[in-house]
């Protein structure tokens, strides 16, 4: 499975920005990881393949919503009210079956698509 990401860009604190990732294949489970410069890279959300169990780190809650079109094998991350600290290159996950591991763990996911820059101005 191959993961495109698009839908990255320049924005002001405060706007809003709409991800989106096509995968080639069906998946169990997608999300994002984002990576900021000089830092860890760290989970941001995913969802099941029903669409039905979302999960947001806390630094995004209520202003993130992850959600899947099963029937184009697209995910997207609706990003309102951005902050600067928001700002890193954001990449789209999926796993391919359910693991005995974390899901907001790397480990999880079975693929990676290449990067999408979010850059978000004060």
Do not use: H
């Not at 900021?36 to 995004?60: H, L, M």
């Not at 919503?65 to 309102?80: F, P």
């Amino acid at each position: 499975v191959q993961l495109q990401a698009s839908g990255g860009g320049l924005v002001q604190a405060g706007d809003s920005l709409r991800l989106s990732c096509a995968a080639s294949g069906r998946t169990f489970s997608m999300g994002w990881f984002r990576q900021a410069p000089g830092k860890e890279r760290e989970f941001v959300a995913r969802i099941r393949w029903n669409g039905g169990n979302t999960y947001y780190i806390d630094s995004v809650k209520g202003r993130f919503t992850i959600s899947r079109d099963n029937a184009k094998n697209t995910v997207y991350l609706q990003m309102n009210s951005l902050k600067p600290e928001d700002t890193a290159v954001y990449y789209c996950v999926a796993a391919k079956e359910y693991k005995l591991v974390e899901f907001t763990s790397a480990e999880f996911y079975d693929y990676w698509g290449q990067g999408t820059q979010v850059t978000v101005s004060s």
